[in-house]
């Protein structure tokens, strides 16, 4: 039965790397939020400690493109630009006078849940 997540998660990941690729943040960010949390599912019922580590250590770089994503969507970026102009730059990291947003927020806790998970 635990196959069945992992299953699902790559499948996840594939469609998000599609969307990922052709500019549609907002379409890719839910499907790797949703890759991860099939990922972390499977890893509670993995014994194979090599698999399991390489597991994790994909999960981490998804992570951080979801974050990555997560930061581009919060500027207003929502994929390329009208011109056809795909290139993204890095965004850098900063908080709004009020502090960190509930979206932010949530990610950063779901972040931290899935490492310590992982």
């Known amino acids: 039965m635990y196959s069945n997540f992992k299953e699902h998660a790559i499948g996840y990941v594939k469609q998000a790397v599609q969307e990922d690729d052709a500019g549609n943040y907002s379409k890719a960010f839910p499907l790797y939020m949703n890759a991860l949390e099939?990922?972390?599912?499977?890893?509670?019922?993995?014994?194979?400690?090599?698999?399991?580590e390489a597991i994790t250590q994909k999960c981490m770089e998804y992570l951080k493109r979801a974050d990555e994503i997560r930061a581009i969507l919060d500027n207003?970026?929502?994929?390329?630009?009208?011109?056809?102009?795909?290139?993204v730059t890095s965004q850098p990291k900063t908080k709004?006078?009020?502090?960190?947003?509930?979206?932010?927020?949530d990610l950063s806790?779901?972040?931290?849940?899935?490492?310590?998970?992982?």
């Open 38 to 52: 099939y990922f972390r599912t499977h890893l509670k019922y993995e014994k194979n400690p090599k698999i399991k």
């Open 76 to 87: 207003g970026g929502s994929g390329p630009s009208p011109s056809g102009d795909a290139t």
């Open 96 to 105: 709004s006078k009020g502090g960190v947003g509930k979206d932010a927020e």
């Open 109 to 118: 806790k779901q972040s931290l849940g899935l490492a310590l998970i992982l």
